[in-house]
């Protein structure tokens, strides 16, 4: 489970610092999964580790699932929902 820490009460000093202002830099200052210029929050894996920035919509889409499998499988299903894939046979509902 990854923590989300809002940017606006993460530490401005030590190491965490340099990473956030790198992630800052290479995400120009957007959500690292919609790309939304918004209020953002550090993801920190189990570990420890800081994963990226990420949106508030987007911390809670992760919240719900940080399983990629099940991520995909949605992404899979909101672009082609099962009603409108053809059968074997080739014909469509
Ligand atoms: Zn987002």
Redesign the pocket.
């Known amino acids: 489970m990854h923590d989300y820490i809002p940017l606006s009460v993460t530490p401005i000093y030590t190491r965490t610092a340099d990473v956030i202002g790198h992630l800052l830099t290479v995400q120009r200052h957007v959500?690292a999964?919609?790309?939304?210029e918004?209020h953002l929050y550090v993801d920190r894996a189990e570990d420890g580790v800081t994963q990226g920035l990420?949106?508030n919509?987007?911390r809670q889409v992760l919240e719900a699932t940080e399983d990629p499998y099940v991520l995909a499988g949605a992404l899979s299903y909101l672009t082609l929902p099962p009603a409108y894939r053809p059968t074997k046979e080739g014909e469509r509902l």
Do not use: K, S
């Open positions: 959500c999964v919609c790309r939304a918004a990420i949106c919509r987007c």
